[in-house]
Each structure stands twice: as structure tokens, then as C-alpha cells.
Nanobody
């Protein structure tokens, strides 16, 4: 299986920006994406990108604020998060095989994003 390796995250004030990256352990043509889980809540879909056509799609809660891009040469995806809000605080997980809004591949270890108000 293609393992994801996440990086980025941290602490930021509301309105600020952060960038998350996820590198696949080897080349993959499967859609890759990000999910998040806040304390006491279920894991939810954030964004994913289809390699063919370079088509990203987003959860309604992040549209217009988050931008997902890919680096073909390194099988890496980058999630640029702007105008962060306190409700974006969560552990963010990468998945290397996304179908619709469901991750069916391996999960990364997670990276914490904390937005202070």
C-alpha cells in the first residue's frame, strides 16, 4: 500500500494561514486527500484531488479558503489553508486513496492544526 507522510500544521491565530503537505511513499494515480477530526467529533472530509485532470474538490466548510494542489514529480499534495477559523482546529489526516469523500487507503499519523481566537 501507498503510505502517506504528512508535514506542516501548528498553531496560528484566527485569520492566519498554514500549509500542510502529504507525500506518498511511492508513485500513485489514486486520488489523494485530507480529512480532519476535532475532539469529540467524527473524522470528516476536507479536500481531495484527482490526478487525471488535476481536479480538486472541497467540503463546503472550506471552499474559498482552502486550496489543494499537487506536485506530480514527488507524488505530493499541498493544502494551503487561509483565513483560518477556530472551527478549523483539528487533527488533519492524509489518505492516499480517496473515493468521493471517503478515504479507503492508508491513513497518515495526523498533524495538529490549532487556531486561536
Amino acid at each position: 500500500q501507498v503510505q502517506p507522510v504528512e508535514s506542516g500544521g501548528g498553531l496560528v491565530q484566527a485569520g492566519g494561514s498554514l500549509r500542510l503537505s502529504c507525500a506518498a511513499s511511492r508513485h500513485t494515480v489514486n486520488p489523494m486527500g485530507w480529512f480532519r477530526q476535532a475532539p469529540g467529533k467524527e473524522r470528516e472530509f476536507v479536500a481531495a484531488i484527482i490526478w487525471s485532470g488535476n481536479i480538486p474538490y472541497y467540503a463546503d466548510s472550506v471552499k474559498g479558503r482552502f486550496s489543494l494542489s499537487r506536485d506530480d514529480a514527488n507524488s505530493t499534495i499541498h493544502l494551503q489553508m487561509n483565513d483560518l477559523k477556530s472551527e478549523d482546529t483539528a487533527t488533519y489526516y492524509c489518505n492516499t486513496n480517496v473515493r468521493g469523500t471517503t478515504g479507503i487507503g492508508p491513513w497518515g499519523q495526523g498533524t495538529q492544526v490549532t487556531v486561536s481566537s
